[in-house]
Structure formats: structure tokens, C-alpha cells
RNA sequence: GCCGAUGUAGCUCAGUUGGUCAGAGCAGCUGAUUUGUAAUCAGCAGGCCGUGGGUUCGACUCCCUCCAUCGGCUCCA
């Protein structure tokens, strides 16, 4: 007999050899069914493997991740079996789960293709694979018998996978026909698979690396219940409708034209009222943290770069030089606000007294992102920052770091961005040649981030290989309505260009001394934040940010004259305010404008120009009722405080 | 940049095996209507069927080039 602690400390004894599943069994006929996976001490396995000895076990459903995670990759693996089906020949790479689905990347045999056509018949495949109920079977394997096994069927993916693993950590899983190269853990057998859809199909390195070969990853997704499978089909055609890309369009927000040029975004006037605003709502935060603003060139000369480093690092991959009449004279396009910063400081001595000394700009740039990588507005060739470089003395960096935390943090509290995650981006551990700067400072830059998180207390994860080329970043990352990663606002610590640009400042010592410079950007930028506020909101922006607060529906035409009075009324008061004059019924008028996301809709006719007051009907939400213009003024107002407190920094 | 897909009116989409197939709804314009909380009615106008080439008696439809967009990969100062 063993012992098996569960997770609420109960202990429970079976008979040695005894399963993840009898275990549920013994708990409830219900639970059994469901159960997918177990954790046992610290390792999740399938649940159809026996437990030899005392163990604490926590048992996982489709529920829960570690249940997703199984599930999810043994579908991997019989959409595997599907494909080595109808394509003979066909070699495979990894197969993992994803946040929802997996993908397998697999190498078709010469000459067969693999398009959406093909999609319906390896789903129907795939659940036939699993009406058949075959088990998953765990086998541990040597390492000499693994390579034997893949050398036979020509598997170079597999060899090359297996050659990197250690000898006696190597297992196998099959089912049905179908072995593959596995850690596990696994489903107890393929008939849990209820659903199965095939997603998508796309390119993909060998190892992620350009230089190898691309094979084709094919996405899926499966579920226990058919009908989850439709529920997750439908909330993807919702998330869809948040598209910023889509409502940019509906809301007349921004555009773009292939005259123009690929990934430069034109703002369109709402849109660019919802930039002001959001530019001027972030101006008064930095006048409050002692920031100064600098307006700096669109363009620099070449040499400007080549001291920063960038024209190494990305002057090949940039917009070309800008050229003169004067024989080799160059200008580029500015990538970055910073070497024109530095420049700044340079512009005269600077004492200790003076710092830290914080120039703040919303400088346009210019990068010539790849075309596969431009989307929206979140990945453009043009784009604004609402970007600041502070110079400071070393003993001041911690404070300074941990000013700037407070600034992003509250701005992404003001705008409910609350799923947001905190990456500390560190070097490659392995590649070192990416980074300029010596070994010495960029410790002194890792650990200066590492402790300011520390003392805020806020939960970051380090993502080695993330950092920029001259120094380690602190990232706030939000999801779009697809639940696709961006980085917004980022802190970075740089010891390099000041050296790079030799700045330097008097000390109470009387002698010359380095300031050391944070890079930060709340917003990111302009427009990749307000792509991600667009999502997060479905477009119904704040009260306080959106370009028209209310409009004025006349029910007739023959109270065109009092709607324009009213919203003459509003606008004293100001309140963003127009009248939709059009000879449409109120019905209409009023879904369109909801339609249009406008938070108020104040309505008018005959009653509510004989007494002078307004009818008000909230978007979303509906009629409020009749109030007069001076109280629906102070409900707005009193909304829009309630939000905007700047001294809630 | 790479892999795959897509590209018909301002928008959303129809268009059968290549042969009166250039269509609809919304938006727009004109007129009627004067409207009470999510689409009033009628008429009109609107398209080098992304671009350039090819196959064919004939191409929106088949093939190729390029451009742009979409989903990924790689990249992201």
C-alpha cells in the first residue's frame, strides 16, 4: 500500500501501482470521466500510469491548464497520425501545445502541398483516429534504440532532437499506429477527443532559425465536448469584431494607402483627436514629474548614428541614406529619439546639481520593420513615441526607475489596462556578439531593473535574449483581442550611449563624471497603444478620451434649431458636442450613433424644447430619462473627474 | 524577408464547368416623408472584377509576374 496526499493535506492509502484515474474513480464516477492528467510530487503525468510509491497527487480536467496541456498534445500527436496518413513520407518536428490548440511542424514529402482544402478531411480524420479509442502508451527507451528508430523511418528532425537528449530520460508514446518522441504527459486514450479543427497552416524555421530549412506548421485545436468547440469558434468571430484594424476603419480613425506606402498609418480626425488627447493627458502627467520637453529633427546626419551604434546594428536594414548635393553627405530618417537626446545634454556643461535632467518628446520615427511584419497599427514603419530619456547621476537611478514605474503604471491604471504582465528583457546567455557596452555595465544595468522591480514589488518574468542592443528593458506587455502579445510601455536602463556620446557632468568633486540615461516610453507608442486601447474597448473609449462626448439627435427637423442650441449649451459647458442634422428617422439616428460608439446620445423634440430640458440616452445602456443641460453637464463632468484624478499618481 | 491564403462599387459580400454575370445590401446623391429611443419609402449614380503579361475564338473565372492585405515564422533600436 502507498499514501497519496491530496491537495486539501488529506491522505488517503492505495494499493501500490495504483493510477491518476483509479484515483478519481474512488472520489467520483463524474471525476474519472473527466480526468486527464495528474500531478505527482512535482511532475505532471498521464494519468493512466501507475504510482509506485507515497505521493502528492493533484488531478487535472480539461478545467485546468496542465489538463489543456495534455489533452492538447495528444491531439498533436493523432493529427501527426492523420497526416503521416495522407501524406506517406511526410517528416516530423515538434508538435506543442499553444495558449489554445497545438501545432505540429512536419516536412511534406517532395512535391505534396497542404492547403485549407485539405483541412475538412484531416478533422474527419482525426476524430476517426479517436473514435477508435486507442490507449497512450509510455515506453522508456534507450537512447541507441530511440535513434535506431527514427533512422529507420528518416526522421532527421527526430535524430536531431534525440541526439540532444540524455540517455535514460527518453520515452516513446504510442497509440494505434502511430509512435512518436515524447515527454509526455498524455490523455489516457484518443476517444476523449471529442472536436477537432484544423486552424491554420503557416511557414516555420526548423528550431526557429532562418538559416534552417521552413516547414509547415499546421495549427489545430481539439475539445472534449463538441460544443465547446463551436463556443470557442464563435468567441474568435467576437474577438474578431474588436480587430483595431476593422473599427479603425468603422470609426474613421486611421487609414492607410498603398500610395503612401506600406505600414505608414494616416491619422483621420477622430482619430487624431483620441492621439491629442491621450499625447496631452501624458504631457500634464511628465510636467508633474519634472520632465522637460525637447523637440528634435526628423532626420540626422549619418555620423550621428554611427557614434549610437544603431548604423552598425540596423543600418543595412533601415530606410536608405538620405543624400545632398554635397558629395558624401548622409542623413537618415530617425529610428530613435535618443542620440539626438544625448545631443542636448551635450549642448552645454551640465553640474550634479542639475540632474537628473528628464527631455521628453513625442518623436516620430522611422524603421524599416520586414513587410511580412507590418500589422495595423501595432507593427508600422512610422510611428510616434511618447518617448523621454533621463540623464542622471548613478546614486539617482533607482529613484528615477522607480518615478518612471509609478508614471506607466498609473496610466495604464487610468485606461483599465489591468491583464498586463511585466517582462524584465535580459541579453542571450549564449550570444553576446548582439550587444554593444562592456560586461561591467550591463550588470550594473541588469541588476539596477532587477532590483527596482523587486522593490515595487510586482511580479516580472525574465525573457533572456529580449533586451536592446545597448541595454536590459522593463516591459509592460498587454494582449490585442486575439490574445496576440505587444509591448507598450518599456524602461531601459543604458549605460552605453552615455559613454558612446561621452557625456558628462561636473561632480561636487570638481572633477567630470558619466550620468547614467534611462530610455522610457509609457505609451510605447501612440499607435500601438491606441491599437490596444481600440481592442480593449471595442471602441467605446473613456468619457474623457473619445473625440465626440454626445450628440444631439433632433427628432424631427423642425427641431434642428433647439438641437443646435443645446449642443452650443454642452459645448460652453465642454462637452464634445455635435448635432446630427440628417433627415432621418430618430430610430436610425440613434443606431448609427450608438454604432458609432458616441457615450451619450441626447435626444430632442417637441416636449424637450417646450420645457428646455434634453432627453438622455446612454450608449450601451439606454434611456436615462429627461434632465435639464446643466445637470447632464455635471454627470458627464463628474464622470470624467471620478477617472482622471491625477493626484492618485 | 520566408511559408500559406486572399484581392469584384466607399463598406460587407454574390458571381455555377471560361460564353449577355458585371450583381445585391448598406453608405452616397435626388425626391417624398417630419418622424419619440438600434435600419421610412422611391429613384439615381457608382466597378481598368488589385496590376502587368500569357493561354483561348472568347477570361472576373485558367497560368505566370508584381502590388497590397490576412494568418503564422523570423525580426522588432
Not at 477508435?132 to 522508456?140: A, D, G, V, Y
Request: glycine share 6%; proline share 4%.
Amino acid at each position: 500500500m502507498i499514501n497519496i496526499t491530496f491537495p486539501d493535506g488529506a491522505i488517503k492509502s492505495y494499493e501500490s501501482g495504483v493510477t491518476g484515474l483509479d484515483i478519481a474513480q474512488s472520489i467520483s464516477h463524474k471525476l474519472a470521466k473527466e480526468v486527464v492528467s495528474v500531478k505527482v510530487d512535482d511532475q505532471v503525468w498521464d494519468a493512466h500510469r501507475p504510482i509506485v510509491k507515497d505521493a502528492k497527487i493533484q488531478l487535472f480536467t480539461f478545467d485546468d491548464r496542465e489538463g489543456k496541456d495534455a489533452f492538447w498534445h495528444s491531439s498533436a500527436h493523432i493529427m501527426a497520425e492523420a497526416l503521416e496518413f495522407f501524406y506517406p513520407g511526410i517528416k516530423l518536428g515538434i508538435g506543442p501545445t499553444v495558449e489554445n490548440g497545438f501545432y505540429y511542424d512536419v516536412d511534406l514529402p517532395e512535391g505534396a502541398t497542404l492547403t485549407d482544402a485539405d483541412f475538412k478531411k484531416i478533422e474527419d480524420k482525426i476524430l476517426e483516429l479517436s473514435r477508435q479509442n486507442n490507449p497512450f502508451i509510455r515506453t522508456e527507451v534507450s537512447k541507441e534504440q530511440a535513434l535506431k528508430t527514427f533512422t529507420d523511418k528518416g526522421d532527421e528532425y527526430k535524430l536531431e532532437l534525440i541526439k540532444d537528449l540524455e540517455d535514460g530520460t527518453i520515452t516513446f508514446y504510442q497509440q494505434g499506429q502511430f509512435t512518436d518522441l515524447c515527454r509526455g504527459p498524455h490523455i489516457p486514450n484518443t476517444a476523449y477527443i471529442k472536436a477537432a479543427k484544423i486552424l491554420n497552416i503557416a511557414g516555420a524555421y526548423w528550431r526557429g532559425n532562418e538559416k534552417n530549412k521552413q516547414l509547415t506548421r499546421v495549427y489545430g485545436i481539439t475539445f472534449p465536448k463538441q460544443k465547446m468547440l463551436s463556443e470557442y469558434l464563435e468567441q474568435l468571430e467576437e474577438a474578431k469584431k474588436r480587430d483595431h484594424r476593422k473599427l479603425g476603419k468603422e470609426l474613421d480613425l486611421f487609414t492607410f494607402s498603398s500610395r503612401v506606402g506600406m505600414g505608414l498609418p494616416m491619422w483621420m480626425p477622430r482619430g487624431a483627436q483620441l492621439r491629442e488627447r491621450l499625447e496631452n493627458f501624458l504631457k500634464k502627467v511628465q510636467k508633474d514629474f519634472g520632465y522637460l520637453p525637447v523637440i528634435t529633427p526628423h532626420i540626422g546626419n549619418k555620423d550621428l548614428y554611427v557614434t549610437s551604434g544603431h548604423y552598425a546594428k540596423y543600418g543595412a536594414d533601415s530606410f536608405q541614406a538620405i543624400h545632398t548635393p554635397q558629395e558624401g553627405e548622409e542623413y537618415l530618417l530617425k529610428p530613435m529619439n535618443c542620440p539626438h537626446h544625448c545631443e542636448i545634454f551635450k549642448a552645454r556643461p551640465r553640474s550634479y546639481k542639475d540632474l537628473p535632467i528628464r527631455f521628453a518628446e513625442f518623436g516620430t520615427v522611422y524603421r524599416y520593420e520586414q513587410s511580412g511584419e507590418l500589422h495595423g497599427l501595432t507593427r508600422v514603419r512610422g510611428f510616434t513615441q511618447d518617448d523621454a530619456h533621463i540623464f542622471c547621476r548613478p546614486d539617482q537611478l533607482k529613484e528615477e526607475f522607480l518615478k518612471v514605474m509609478d508614471i506607466v503604471l498609473y496610466i495604464f491604471r487610468v485606461l483599465k489596462f489591468e491583464d498586463f504582465s511585466t517582462q524584465i528583457s535580459l541579453r542571450d546567455k549564449d550570444d553576446r556578439s548582439k550587444y554593444i557596452g562592456s560586461e561591467e555595465n550591463w550588470e550594473k544595468a541588469e541588476s539596477a531593473i532587477v532590483e527596482a522591480v523587486n522593490e515595487k514589488g510586482i511580479e516580472a518574468v525574465a525573457e533572456y535574449g529580449e533586451a536592446a542592443f545597448y541595454g536590459p528593458k522593463l516591459d509592460f506587455m498587454v494582449k490585442d483581442a486575439l490574445g496576440r502579445k505587444w509591448q507598450l510601455g518599456t524602461i531601459q536602463v543604458d549605460y552605453n550611449l552615455p559613454e558612446r556620446f561621452e557625456l558628462e557632468y561636473k561632480g561636487a568633486d570638481n572633477s567630470m563624471h558619466r550620468p547614467v540615461m534611462i530610455h522610457r516610453a509609457p505609451f510605447g507608442s501612440m499607435e500601438r497603444f491606441v491599437a490596444v486601447l481600440i481592442e480593449h474597448t471595442a471602441g467605446k473609449f473613456p468619457l474623457w478620451l473619445t473625440p465626440e462626448q454626445c450628440v444631439v439627435l433632433p427628432i424631427s427637423e423642425k427641431y434642428n434649431e433647439y438641437a443646435k442650441k443645446v449642443s452650443n449649451l454642452l459645448e460652453n459647458y465642454d462637452i464634445r458636442s455635435f448635432v446630427d442634422e440628417r433627415n432621418e428617422k430618430i430610430g436610425k439616428k440613434i443606431r448609427d450613433n450608438e454604432l458609432m460608439r458616441i457615450p451619450y446620445l441626447i435626444i430632442v423634440g417637441e416636449k424637450e424644447e417646450n420645457d428646455q430640458t434634453i432627453a438622455v440616452r446612454k450608449q450601451g445602456e439606454g434611456d436615462l430619462g429627461v434632465m435639464s443641460a446643466e445637470s447632464f453637464a455635471k454627470m458627464v463632468q463628474e464622470e470624467i473627474d471620478k477617472v482622471l484624478v491625477f493626484n492618485q499618481i
